[in-house]
């Protein structure tokens, strides 16, 4: 049983930051990579950022420099800072724990079925 609770999304203006919180059951945090998904409005699921129980991290692209995934192993916690927000970064965003998450990358892990609620970023013009 995967338990994430994702919190810090909100409504932010081109050119604002955010921090998005995903706080782990210990088993979960030390036996998976971890990850964070978007889905912007009518299109899928993609990843966004992720990192390894060794630290190592992938991003989307269009992140690159502006995202920093972290990776907090004393709080069992993954954050995803978020700069320099577009439009385009618009969606719900979803954390996620996997063995393979980093090495499918960007495609959300197949047959994965722990999504939970998300927390929704809005980037307005």
């Known amino acids: 049983q995967v338990n994430l609770v994702e919190s810090g999304g909100g409504s932010v203006e081109t050119g604002g930051s955010l921090k998005l919180s995903c706080v782990a059951d210990?088993?979960?945090?030390?036996?998976?990579?971890m990850g964070w998904f978007r889905q912007p409005p009518h299109r899928e699921r993609e990843g966004v950022a992720g990192?390894?129980?060794?630290?190592?991290?992938v991003y989307l692209d269009s992140v690159k420099g502006r995202f920093t995934i972290i990776r907090d192993s004393a709080t069992s916690t993954v954050y995803l800072e978020m700069a320099s927000l577009t439009p385009d970064d618009t969606g719900t965003y979803f954390c996620a724990a996997h063995p393979n998450l980093v090495s499918r990358f960007p495609t959300p892990p197949p047959d994965y079925d722990a999504w939970g609620q998300g927390t929704q970023v809005t980037v307005s013009a």
């Open positions: 210990r088993y979960t945090f030390i036996r998976n990579s």
């Open positions: 990192i390894t129980n060794n630290g190592q991290a």
